[in-house]
């Protein structure tokens, strides 16, 4: 069974820039969820997609943007990036349904925005 | 709106002597609430999740709705607890976790 992982490990921008980062989910999950980690803080919610689309969003503005693929890995992608995009960007994949089902978290794409 | 608050960002303890992390929600629905762990270099994991009311490598968390707390305990701090403790809630209409910021838990010699 393999687990989460995600691309880059990390890496550097500068302000106004896009960034594209990468999940592979876990073998039979359906559902990816990402997150920001502000150092010092807890993940935050960005958004889910469960089957390729959208399947909630948290309190982030609509530059934040993703897609899921028919192999349910998925993309997170930030435009216009500012310097508070900083962060540890975490996925996570589960088994979707209507109940919570344990989300197994990738290690994590360390962004720096300059 | 949803919120978690773990009031501690550090708690350090001697082997040996109980530990309690903190966490209080505020939700108007019925609280699912989880703990999740992240000890050093690895990633983040499910420790425990209230309605399973199981013990985890010695921890328990019992949900006091009268409270609003979810405090994670453990009778007898071990070395190889110390790490990151996260508290979490889960929001059925917005498939969401909601995470607390965080304790960081040092069990000293």
């Known amino acids: 069974e393999t687990g989460v992982t995600q691309s880059p490990t990390h890496l550097i921008k500068t302000r106004g820039q896009q960034v594209t980062l990468r999940c592979s989910s876990q073998s039979g999950h359906n559902t990816v969820s990402w997150y920001q980690q502000a150092l010092g803080q807890g993940p935050q919610f960005i958004f889910q997609y469960y089957r390729e689309e959208e399947n909630g969003r948290g309190n982030f503005p609509p530059r934040f943007s993703g897609l899921q693929f028919p192999n349910y890995s998925s993309e997170l992608n930030v435009n216009a990036l500012e310097l508070d995009d900083s962060a540890l960007y975490l996925c996570a994949s589960s088994l979707g349904g209507l109940e919570y089902n344990e989300q197994f978290f990738g290690p994590g794409t360390r962004l720096t925005v300059l | 709106a949803q919120r978690v608050t773990q009031p501690e960002k550090l708690l350090s303890v001697f082997k040996g002597a109980p530990v309690e992390l903190k966490c209080n929600y505020s939700?108007?629905?019925?609280?699912?609430l989880f703990w999740y762990v992240q000890y050093s270099r690895q990633r983040l994991q499910l420790l425990l999740r209230?309605?399973s009311r199981e013990s985890i490598k010695g921890f328990t968390a019992d949900l006091n709705k009268g409270e609003t707390s979810f405090h994670l305990k453990k009778p007898f701090a071990q070395e190889e607890d110390s790490a990151m403790y996260y508290c979490?809630?889960?929001?059925?209409?917005?498939?969401?976790?909601?995470f607390g910021g965080g304790t960081r838990l040092m069990v000293k010699p």
């Open positions: 939700y108007s629905g019925s609280p699912e």
């Open positions: 209230h309605i």
């Open positions: 979490a809630l889960f929001n059925n209409a917005g498939n969401m976790l909601t």
